[in-house]
């Protein structure tokens, strides 16, 4: 290895460690009887002090040299880590990561204080009764920070990000090769040992693409550790006292999507801490605890991360923001008073409005939360607050999990398919509906949908296609691009959505501003997606909104008749996704014994209350013990759901904002800005297995041949399964029900059985029928059997 | 030095591809076309994993489009991280020059202009030397512009 090669390595070592420690330094301060982290620290400056050395970085070697010294003392115990000596190792680990960053950079090293840093390591170490130096005169604010103990270093090697992108297009060629052979295999006769081979090959070939796929993914534990220091540090400058709190480090997104979330971040809690958090005398005043508490948190949502920045200062105070939107002609006394609250809310976002009384060095630069927000939607990112005045805020953050998997719409139009963001879309209507309105003036579209006008275009009119003939309605979308207002886009048909890999396109491609990337599904037939922006630019919309207050007064006037609401259950798959399910099919939620679950042939059970319950999707094996499982009934039928967690239950549209009929989903409606699927529960029952409907108002299956071994060993508990009451032998003295199903392989009783009034179904031991005439059931014929005795039961 | 050339004929033309230009030939199949674009942009095509974006080089030259039909092979290129297909009429050989490029003379079409480098001469015969990244670079961009 050259010289220049171990000095990258050591550079790049330093560097994330440095990274990594931030928070350790700032959690051993805040707890210095902590061991761990006192040695994490002493390991790091050990290290340096010897990879510089034989590196000839002197300068490295010098200040990791005073550290190690001191933080040896501490560890002995002949020193104890007071705010000044903290001060003077943090500063040195500093200047250690310019120092880093200058090597790495090639970058000349200001040469100035290092001996001021060493003097105030070693100052205070000859000095232990000297009162605190002038830089931490001030109260020093306390500091706290859990994390959920120190953590062990996985073992990792580097590898250029191109060689795992590399890996992932390899890959991605496997996958389509083996959609291919899989289509080629269907069309010749099937031979089920190649059939399996090809199932194993594909199993290894899906978890080879998860595992390729984690390459690219990080802790968000890299978001959160520049955190710590950075509260300390403005929380020292601005007199205030933080108690920190970071949950769900272990979450991992894209890291991409890492660096594009740092800023906003960073930003957000920034705000709290200079604008959210008071000062320890008010908050004293207040009546509320002196240490104000901050909390980030991270967790994973179906394909979204969510992360949440909460505070218990003093919130936004809307009155004020208005009256600054006032002041700032942006908005109308009238417009304001029509406002609600959440309206009033959003203002935040407003570029040139900020509640801050007063611009600070921290977070008054002028860039606002509109920055933020528009950071955070370039992702596909959504913001959203949960503002309670006087005690807090709660901002909550839902970025996809990686920069190139986004929900996406199909949409056709002039014969040919694209794909849209689905957070674009804001609504789809059919161009017949009700609601909907379209008129037209001097070549100029309007859409006019439940009394809000939009501007209207047909895509394939943006895009110079020819619009073709079609039977059926056209969709309307309704479309949001980040910048502008929302407008009505016509196409052919809305005909999917998916789950959508994207991939830039050419520049060529992207020049045209309609585009957005590019995508390959399944069928190999490349499809662009576009940019709902660009089309609005490319369509020369103008940019005027109606007036929002005013809608919302025609709204309220009509929003009884114009959108129906039922109660919803939201909750969480097992898959992860988040959905939707009308809460009157649910009779109840429990938690269920995994170990009740089982299958049948390609279908799952769940033995409850004594019967056996179909389970809708078609879940059988689970890794915990028990499982949230929602038991839902159709009126006669019983099914049974489990689910990954049961969120809150919610009003949601008896429509969907967007109907697309897709399994078992109906469509999609938007709820609290988050997009969530909506069960069909049509769909969900007439799925179910026929046979396994225990509630259905049937007889008892009587087998006349009682004393048969087969009917006994075999017929009986075949019948029972299904769920039918079973009554060996013919009821001696007792009366038939006419419900009742009497099955039997011999023609004397059969005879008998009729003439009390109960159907018969004939058995015969002999796959074929000894007639024409013959109407009896082969009796290993299990589907027509059951086909029978339900038949006969109605 | 002796230099790989790829010999083609495009829009009429006998042209000859440096080989460190090129990735592959393909015969072209499916093209998505792509709507809202200059004519020269036939659309995107899928080569295994990978989109091409599929440049109708005759009709950036002639300024029609090639009929659907007419789109026999493309040479794969790899430019600047995004690939592309550039349509060809035919491809005849790979072969190596002894001369190299030779300055062009006479008088060239003035649609050959910004992608005429150089002339070789194979077997007697001269090939118009072009330069594949000029068929992105200059074409679109000079009309985007």
């Known amino acids: 290895m050259r010289m220049d090669d171990l000095l990258q390595e050591f550079i790049a070592e330093t560097q994330e460690t440095l990274e990594a420690l931030a928070g350790e330094v700032v959690a051993w301060e805040a707890d210095p009887s902590d061991r761990d982290r006192l040695d994490a620290i002493f390991r790091f400056f050990h290290t340096v002090k010897g990879s510089c050395g034989f590196l000839n970085l002197p300068r490295f070697e010098r200040l990791s040299h005073a550290a190690e010294d001191v933080l040896s003392d501490l560890r002995s115990g002949q020193r104890s880590p007071d705010p000044a000596t903290v001060n003077a190792v943090l500063g040195v680990m500093d200047r250690i990561g310019e120092l880093a960053e200058a090597v790495a950079i090639g970058a000349a090293l200001p040469d100035e204080n290092d001996d001021l840093l060493i003097g105030a390591l070693s100052a205070d170490a000859h000095s232990?009764?000297?009162?605190?130096?002038?830089?931490?005169?001030?109260?020093?604010?306390?500091?706290?920070?859990?994390?959920?103990?120190?953590?062990?270093?996985?073992?990792?090697?580097?590898?250029?990000?191109?060689?795992?992108?590399?890996?992932?297009?390899?890959?991605?060629?496997?996958?389509?090769?083996?959609?291919?052979?899989?289509?080629?295999?269907?069309?010749?006769?099937?031979?089920?040992?190649?059939?399996?081979?090809?199932?194993?090959?594909s199993t290894c070939v899906a978890d080879m693409r998860d595992a390729i796929s984690k390459t690219r993914m990080q802790r968000v534990d890299r978001l959160f550790t520049a955190i710590p220091r950075m509260v300390r540090d403005l929380g020292r400058e601005l007199g205030k006292?933080?108690?920190?709190?970071?949950?769900?480090?272990?979450?991992?997104?894209?890291?991409?999507?890492?660096?594009?979330?740092?800023?906003?971040?960073?930003?957000?809690?920034?705000?709290?801490?200079?604008?959210?958090?008071?000062?320890?005398?008010?908050?004293?005043?207040?009546?509320?605890?002196?240490?104000?508490?901050?909390?980030?948190?991270?967790?994973?949502?179906?394909?979204?991360?969510?992360?949440e920045v909460s505070d218990d200062g003093q919130g936004i105070d809307t009155q004020r923001l208005v009256e600054k939107a006032v002041l700032a002609e942006t908005l109308t006394r009238d417009a304001a008073n029509r406002m609600s609250e959440a309206e009033r809310l959003e203002l935040i976002f407003h570029p040139g409005l900020s509640?801050?009384?007063?611009?600070?060095?921290?977070?008054?630069?002028?860039?606002?939360?509109?920055?933020?927000?528009?950071?955070?939607?370039?992702?596909?990112?959504?913001?959203?607050?949960?503002?309670?005045?006087?005690?807090?805020?709660?901002?909550?953050?839902?970025?996809?999990?990686?920069?190139?998997?986004i929900p996406g719409l199909i949409v056709r139009a002039g014969g040919?398919?694209?794909?849209?963001?689905?957070?674009?879309?804001?609504?789809?209507?059919?161009?017949?509906?009700?609601?909907?309105?379209?008129?037209?003036?001097?070549?100029?579209?309007?859409?006019?949908?439940?009394?809000?006008?939009?501007?209207?275009?047909?895509?394939?009119?943006?895009?110079?296609?020819?619009?073709?003939?079609?039977?059926?309605?056209?969709?309307?979308?309704?479309?949001?691009?980040?910048?502008?207002?929302?407008?009505?886009?016509?196409?052919?048909?809305?005909?999917?959505?998916?789950?959508?890999?994207?991939?830039?396109?050419?520049?060529l491609i992207m020049a045209s501003g309609v585009y957005a990337g590019m995508t390959l599904p399944d069928n190999g037939k490349p499809m662009l997606l576009l940019d709902a922006a660009g089309l609005a630019n490319a369509a020369d919309l103008p940019n005027v909104a109606d007036d929002c207050a005013q809608r919302h007064i025609e709204e309220d006037e009509m929003n009884a008749a114009a959108v129906e609401m039922i109660p919803a259950l939201r909750f969480e798959e097992l898959s992860g996704e988040r959905r939707l399910i009308q809460l009157s099919?649910?009779?109840?939620?429990?938690?269920?014994?995994?170990?009740?679950?089982?299958?049948?042939?390609?279908?799952?059970?769940?033995?409850?209350?004594?019967?056996?319950?179909?389970?809708?999707?078609?879940?059988?094996?689970?890794?915990?013990?028990?499982?949230?499982?929602?038991?839902?009934?159709?009126g006669a039928r019983e099914a049974c759901y489990p689910v990954a967690a049961v969120l809150d239950i919610i009003d949601m549209p008896l429509v969907p904002d967007m109907v697309a009929m897709h399994g078992v989903l109906s469509g999609v409606s938007v709820i609290e800005g988050e997009h969530l699927e909506v069960i069909n529960p049509f769909a969900l029952f007439a799925g179910l297995p026929g046979e396994s409907v225990p509630e259905q108002a049937r007889g008892r299956c009587v087998l006349a041949d009682g004393d048969d071994g087969w009917t006994r060993e075999i017929l009986a508990p075949l019948l029972r399964q299904a769920g039918h009451e079973v009554v060996l032998g013919l009821p001696a003295g007792e009366p038939v029900d006419p419900l009742d199903v009497v099955l039997s392989s011999g023609p004397d009783l059969s005879q008998a059985a009729e003439i009390l009034g109960c159907r018969v179904v004939h058995l015969r031991a002999s796959p074929r029928p000894s007639g024409p005439q013959d109407g009896s059931i082969y009796r290993y014929d299990q589907d027509a059997l059951m086909a029978a005795i339900a038949g006969v039961g109605r | 030095?002796?230099?790989?050339?790829?010999?083609?004929?495009?829009?009429?033309?006998?042209?000859?591809?440096?080989?460190?230009?090129?990735?592959?030939?393909?015969?072209?199949?499916?093209?998505?076309?792509?709507?809202?674009?200059?004519?020269?942009?036939?659309?995107?095509?899928?080569?295994?994993?990978?989109?091409?974006?599929?440049i109708d080089v005759p009709a950036l030259i002639r300024g029609t489009a090639t009929s659907v039909e007419k789109r026999g092979y493309a040479i794969i290129a790899d430019i600047s991280g995004h690939s592309y297909g550039l349509v060809v009429d035919a491809v005849h050989d790979i072969c190596q020059v002894a001369d190299g490029g030779l300055p062009l003379r006479g008088q060239l079409d003035p649609a050959w202009t910004p992608y005429a480098r150089a002339i070789v001469e194979h077997e007697e015969q001269p090939y118009l030397v072009v330069s594949l990244v000029s068929f992105i670079e200059t074409g679109p961009l000079a009309q985007a512009a």
Do not use: W
């Open chain 1, 128 to 201: 232990n009764s000297v009162p605190e130096t002038d830089a931490v005169a001030a109260p020093a604010p306390e500091q706290r920070v859990r994390q959920g103990g120190a953590q062990a270093v996985p073992r990792t090697i580097r590898l250029p990000l191109s060689l795992i992108d590399q890996l992932m297009n390899g890959v991605s060629d496997m996958v389509l090769a083996r959609n291919e052979l899989s289509r080629q295999l269907r069309e010749r006769s099937g031979d089920p040992e190649l059939e399996s081979a090809f199932e194993r090959l």
């Open chain 1, 416 to 507: 040919l398919h694209f794909a849209m963001p689905r957070a674009a879309v804001v609504e789809i209507l059919h161009d017949n509906n009700a609601m909907l309105r379209i008129a037209e003036v001097a070549g100029a579209k309007i859409a006019t949908i439940r009394s809000v006008r939009h501007s209207m275009v047909d895509l394939e009119d943006v895009l110079g296609m020819e619009k073709l003939p079609q039977s059926g309605p056209r969709s309307i979308m309704v479309v949001r691009s980040g910048t502008g207002v929302p407008f009505a886009m016509g196409v052919a048909a809305v005909e999917n959505h998916e789950e959508l890999v994207i991939r830039p396109a050419s520049p």
């Open chain 1, 585 to 634: 099919v649910i009779e109840r939620v429990e938690d269920i014994d995994t170990a009740s679950f089982g299958r049948s042939g390609s279908r799952a059970f769940v033995r409850l209350d004594g019967g056996l319950v179909p389970v809708v999707n078609g879940v059988h094996s689970f890794g915990a013990a028990t499982v949230s499982a929602l038991r839902i009934r159709d």
């Open chain 1, 241 to 307: 006292r933080i108690d920190l709190t970071l949950e769900g480090g272990d979450v991992e997104m894209d890291r991409e999507m890492v660096e594009m979330v740092v800023d906003p971040l960073t930003h957000i809690v920034r705000n709290s801490i200079d604008h959210g958090i008071e000062t320890p005398e008010r908050r004293r005043a207040l009546g509320k605890p002196e240490v104000g508490m901050l909390k980030l948190e991270a967790r994973q949502s179906g394909n979204q991360i969510v992360i």
């Open chain 1, 355 to 405: 509640t801050a009384q007063q611009i600070t060095a921290i977070s008054g630069r002028g860039v606002g939360m509109d920055v933020v927000r528009a950071n955070v939607e370039r992702i596909g990112g959504v913001i959203s607050l949960d503002n309670q005045p006087g005690r807090g805020l709660r901002i909550i953050l839902r970025v996809p999990l990686t920069l190139t998997i």
């Open chain 2, 1 to 54: 030095m002796d230099q790989l050339y790829l010999l083609a004929t495009l829009a009429g033309t006998k042209v000859a591809v440096d080989a460190h230009e090129v990735e592959a030939v393909v015969r072209l199949a499916d093209v998505s076309p792509v709507p809202g674009m200059a004519a020269h942009v036939a659309g995107l095509s899928a080569l295994r994993s990978r989109v091409l974006t599929i």
